[in-house]
Structures are given as C-alpha cells and as structure tokens.
Nanobody
Framework: QVQLVESGGGLVQAGGSLRLSCAAS???????MGWYQQAPGKQRELVAS???????NYADSVKGRFTISRDNAKNTMFLQMSSLKPEDTAVYYC?????????????WGQGTQVTVSS
C-alpha cells in the first residue's frame, strides 16, 4: 500500500519561508508528483508538479516564490516556499501518480497546514 507523509507545515509571518516534505513509502517510482493547496471553502488546486525526469510546472500565483524538487533515490519530494503571503494559507497535500504498471493511480497524503499571518 502506498503511503505519502507530509511534514514541514506551520505558522509563519508574511514574507517568511517554509519547506514542505513528502515522503513516499516503499520503492515505487512515480511518474509525477505534486503539491496541491486547499483553502477553507475552496477547491483543491495544483500548486506545483514535477515529473520523474525533473520537469516542473507551477501555478501562476506561486511562480518565482515556490520551488518544487524531488529526490528519486529517497522517494521524497519538497516544496520550498518563500515570500509567503496570507493568501498562501491552506492545507497542502502531497500527490503522486503513476500512469502505467501495477501502481497505476493517484495517491494523496493526509495534508499539512500552512498558515501565513499578516
């Protein structure tokens, strides 16, 4: 069974930084991994994604402020968040997807809260 465990959330002042981590259990290699955010009363939205080859994609709202990366050897993904704004406040979820093979599907972590105070 695939498990994704996020860590690194917390409370930070506007302009500050946080680094989120997502550790995947086992040795499964995922085609793509990503971070999503869900603010109260809003839908879950993609923040950033990264392919197994390292290609990245960012939401316009975080470009230039957030950096996604992954360590394939350790099956871990990171989100470095800088210049944080109050509107970045949300629960951040780790997502991992495979498109072929025995682990085809989408997997989610339990979420980690990020709160940015003004």
């Amino acid at each position: 069974q695939v498990q994704l465990v996020e860590s690194g959330g917390g409370l930070v002042q506007a302009g500050g930084s946080l680094r989120l981590s997502c550790a995947a259990s086992g040795t499964i290699s995922f085609d793509t991994m990503g971070w999503y955010q869900q603010a109260p009363g809003k839908q879950r939205e993609l923040v950033a994604s990264i392919s197994s080859g390292g290609s990245t994609n960012y939401a316009d709202s975080v470009k230039g402020r957030f950096t996604i990366s992954r360590d394939n050897a350790k099956n871990t993904m990171f989100l470095q968040m800088s210049s944080l704004k109050p509107e970045d406040t949300a629960v951040y979820y780790c997502n991992a997807r495979n498109f072929i093979g025995p682990y085809t599907g989408a997997y989610w972590g339990q979420g980690t809260q990020v709160t940015v105070s003004s």
